[in-house]
């Protein structure tokens, strides 16, 4: 009997490797769209026997969209809290005549089907010490609502500032809901938390836990940084709430960022993106007209707003980087603290370049994250030997997150140029169209420039070994940095 017993365990553990194996190389086969990765995780399963199944499940399979979707429900209609009047008027009008780059309007329109919104002003605030000031001067002229969601809220002087502007409105009856990020809350030590319990703010915490194992800890944040003020009043960008931000305090750790004011009609898809999270977060709906007024027509942006997030399936900011990117005939300009960018988003700055298209990039010499400038320097050699123009620009460290392209087409808002923000995290961005707002970032570009030290080829490609090797190591690493 033993003897059987052992040939039958035997079978049946033959049995369940052939079987985990041919499960494992046709999930590969079916879920990933990058024929090399495909090939790859395929050989990879059949020629390792027992391990390399195993191997595939805990680091091949895609489970932040998996996860995402599950966390969302039925609640992944990135139009669900949208006013029926407007759906309707969004599917009656589509792509707007844009009189420049209509191609790409018409791109977008496929990408996410949200509407072109004309008649916008879109004013440029920089660091906190313009932005701060408007925006808390908003905040304490706010008559019925007020809607901030931010990655990180400090509790220091800035922070603090907040808390007494949105206590005070509250005190006068305006309803005010703060979405903080689950992990940002942490930034500061201590906490904002119970300052925002003590003033009876009424905030929530997006994925938030006390328990590690059921928070996703770097993934799936919210990085979204969104204000509006009774339904008309928006600022939006790339600017968390910390006094870093406000050079005339002389902080320890000074950073440049740029943010936004933002009036007029496409004010009212800053309120749906937040309405939408606060909506996952709390199951509370925001509706009615203290959210969601009539606006009438500010300025001579069209404008639309790109939410996106890894339960999208495409997501809406990465592919509209690559339809400007491509649509580019004069120059792309870049700034942006993290520029990690994956091989599609390379290769087709590579191409730009290449094709005569001035691809300027402009990243700090040394950001916060070390580990962001080892990953970035080699796909940084790469763009320099097709012709891109890489600035390094020195300290206070800037954070800002800013795209132009050809005078006349620009994004701004919370994505960087990383995996994170464009696969990971939940981000905001406003795809604008104007030539006198890209013009004013045009001129916010040169004055970077101006001051910036050019980075070239021979530079990066003569990096000593021990640091090409360091680079190399954490590039791989770049999925998840």
């Not at 059987?4 to 190389?25: E, K, N, R, V």
């Not at 977008?108 to 008649?119: D, K, N, T």
């Not at 990953?375 to 790469?382: N, R, T």
Request: charged share 20%.
């Amino acid at each position: 009997m033993g003897t059987a017993f052992w040939d039958t365990s035997l079978f049946l553990l033959a049995a369940i490797q052939f079987a985990a194996m041919g499960a494992a190389a046709i999930h590969a086969l079916l879920t990933k769209s990058d024929e090399r990765a495909a090939a790859g995780w395929v050989g990879f399963i059949l020629l390792v026997p027992f391990v390399g199944w195993i191997v595939y499940l805990m680091f091949g399979v895609n489970r932040i969209q998996r996860r995402a979707r599950e966390l969302r429900g039925d609640k992944q209609d990135p139009f669900l809290l949208e006013p029926p009047e407007h759906g309707e008027r969004r599917q009656r009008e589509g792509t707007l005549h844009l009189p420049a780059l209509e191609s790409l309007a018409r791109l977008g329109q496929r990408i996410l089907p949200e509407s072109f919104e004309p008649g916008n002003s879109v004013r440029l605030l920089l660091n906190g010490d313009e932005a701060y000031p408007v925006m808390l001067d908003m905040i304490a002229r706010a008559e019925r609502s007020i809607a901030l969601s931010t990655y990180i809220f400090n509790n220091d002087h800035a922070g603090r500032q907040f808390v007494g502007a949105l206590a005070e409105a509250m005190a006068r009856g305006v309803r005010v809901r703060l979405l903080i990020d689950g992990v940002g809350s942490w930034y500061s030590r201590p906490s904002i938390i119970p300052l925002l319990e003590e003033q009876g703010i009424n905030y929530a915490r997006f994925l938030h836990s006390f328990m590690p194992w059921r928070m996703p800890y770097l993934n799936m944040r919210n990085h979204q940084k969104i204000m509006v003020v009774d339904g008309r009043h928006g600022f939006t960008g790339g600017m968390n709430i910390a006094e870093g931000n406000v050079h005339a305090l002389n902080p320890k750790k000074a950073i440049r960022d740029c943010h936004f004011q933002v009036e007029g009609p496409v004010v009212a898809h800053l309120m749906r993106t937040f309405a939408y999270e606060w909506n996952f977060t709390t199951d509370e709906i925001l509706e009615g007209d203290d959210w969601f007024p009539e606006i009438g027509q500010e300025g001579d942006v069209i404008a639309r707003g790109l939410p996106a997030g890894p339960d999208l399936g495409l997501n809406p900011i990465r592919w509209t980087l690559l339809g400007a990117i491509a649509e580019a005939q004069h120059n792309i300009r870049i700034v942006t603290p993290y520029f990690i960018p994956d091989a599609t988003l390379r290769t087709n700055l590579s191409l730009a370049a290449m094709r005569g298209v001035i691809v300027d990039i402009i990243l700090p010499e040394k950001s916060n994250l070390r580990f962001c400038d080892w990953a970035a320097a080699p796909a940084l050699e790469w763009l320099a030997r097709s012709g891109c123009r890489i600035w390094k620009t020195g300290a206070p460290f800037d954070h800002s997150k800013v795209m132009t392209v050809d005078g006349i087409w620009a994004t701004i808002g919370s994505a960087n140029w990383d995996d994170r923000s464009l696969r990971l995290n939940f981000e905001f961005n406003l795809e604008c169209y104007g030539s006198s707002f890209a013009a004013t970032l045009d001129q916010l570009i040169e004055r970077r420039i101006s001051t910036a030290r050019p980075v070239s080829h021979e530079e990066l490609a003569g990096r000593a070994l021990p640091v090409r090797i360091r680079d190399a190591i954490f590039r791989l690493g770049a999925p998840y940095l």
